[in-house]
């Protein structure tokens, strides 16, 4: 398995392990570019983790359903829903090393 798939299929997982265990996969170098604002280093990225984890209902994870997964050299891509919360979102990710470097995170709700 790739380095890439690795740090990939950790991202995926660590939502369910917490904030802590999905901050692993960055580092102080690392940028979540999103629609609404750019997100730099640990301090930043933690702070847009908690607000998403902490705004989620329940019943948003048990409608999250992965619609494409796929991996090439150093970058990753997903498209997800869950709805009605999020009728699709999107990421890609460039990993450099076993860190995500550069996310980019666009979601488009109902």
């Known amino acids: 398995m790739s380095a ?8 995926l997982g660590a939502f369910a392990k917490g904030l802590d265990e999905l901050m692993k996969d960055y580092d102080e170098g690392s940028v979540i570019v999103t629609p609404e604002k750019t997100y730099r280093g640990i301090a930043e990225i933690r ?5 998403f ?10 409608a999250f359903k992965v619609t494409s997964k796929s991996t ?5 891509y ?3 829903e869950a709805k ?9 990710l460039y990993v450099k090393g076993d860190k995500i470097a550069v996310q980019t995170f666009t979601a488009f709700a109902t």
Not at 53 to 62: E, S
Not at 72 to 76: K, L, Q, S, T, V
Not at 84 to 92: E, G, M, Q
């Open 78 to 80: 997903l498209a997800w």
């Open 53 to 62: 984890l902490d705004g989620a209902q329940p019943a948003f994870w048990d």
């Open 72 to 76: 090439e050299g150093d970058i990753a």
């Open 84 to 92: 009605p919360f999020v009728t699709l979102a999107t990421d890609t």
């Open 47 to 51: 702070a847009f983790f908690k607000e």
């Open 4 to 11: 890439t798939s690795q740090v990939f299929d950790h991202h």
